[in-house]
Nanobody
Framework: QVQLVESGGGLVQAGGSLRLSCGAS????????MGWFRQAPGKEREFVAS????????RYADSVKGRFTISRDNAKNTVYLQMNSLNAEDTAVYYC?????????????????WGQGTQVTVSS
């Protein structure tokens, strides 16, 4: 069992930056592929970024590529999402998720554990 807790969300002006963190309980964090997803009001949840177990491989949604960076610190059981050049379309609840698998996935259904989410609001 893994419990995930996101933090770092908030209100930011367009063009600004935020860094989200997701802390995980348990001793097997390095066994999980980690991902970030988001859900805007009235929209379906969408993939944002994912990172391999060792942090060497990453994948991004086209909409955030070049602006967002996912990283992880296995010693701290934490995954991060650095978000730069934010715009109003990035407004959403952001969720981190863990997948007990060696393979990165962009599909939410393939993730086993989810955090409660953190709100990111970008004002234009």
């Amino acid at each position: 069992q893994v419990q995930l807790v996101e933090s770092g969300g908030g209100l930011v002006q367009a063009g600004g930056s935020l860094r989200l963190s997701c802390g995980a309980s348990g001793r097997t964090f390095s066994s999980y592929v980690m991902g970030w997803f988001r859900q805007a009001p009235g929209k379906e949840r969408e993939f944002v970024a994912s990172i391999s177990r060792n942090g060497f491989s990453t994948r991004y949604a086209d909409s955030v590529k070049g602006r967002f960076t996912i990283s992880r610190d296995n010693a701290k059981n934490t995954v991060y999402l650095q978000m730069n050049s934010l715009n109003a379309e990035d407004t959403a609840v952001y969720y981190c998720a863990g997948r007990y698998s060696p393979s990165i996935s962009t599909t939410g259904l393939q993730y086993d554990y989810w955090g409660q989410g953190t709100q990111v609001t970008v004002s234009s």
